[in-house]
């Protein structure tokens, strides 16, 4: 699958996610995140994770270079800074491309 391909930990957490829930419908909306976000890079992607849900990353050792990376990202031709969660996660539910830089 395009080059990716799931460790043995990403299998667990899959058939997690497909336990959890009643059914394929719960989970179509993984497709709308996969197309939102599918032309950023992977540091970029951990670094909207830290803005957004920063409660995720209490404990990270790379908290610091992340935060100096969010200072410098724009997305959509907005400062990290002033990009609204309300708007990303709209694009998550959606699909539409979050697209990296000015």
């Known amino acids: 699958m ?3 391909s799931l460790t043995e930990y990403g299998y667990k957490l899959r058939q997690f ?3 959890e829930y009643e059914n394929e419908e719960q989970i179509c909306g993984i497709d709308n995140i996969k197309s939102a976000t599918s032309s ?3 540091r970029n992607l951990v670094g909207l ?3 957004f849900y920063g409660e995720t990353a ?7 270079s992340v935060r100096k990376l969010n200072e410098a ?6 400062s990290l800074m002033e ?3 309300t708007d990303f996660e709209l694009k998550l539910r959606t699909g ?7």
């Not at 990202?73 to 907005?78: K, L, R």
């Open 17 to 19: 996610i497909l336990d």
């Open 83 to 85: 990009y609204r969660k």
């Open 2 to 4: 395009n080059g990716y």
């Open 96 to 102: 539409v491309p979050i697209r990296v830089g000015s």
């Open 58 to 64: 209490i404990y990270s050792g790379i908290k610091e």
């Open 40 to 42: 950023i890079p992977d």
């Open 49 to 51: 994770t830290y803005h």
């Open 73 to 78: 990202s724009f997305y959509d031709g907005i």
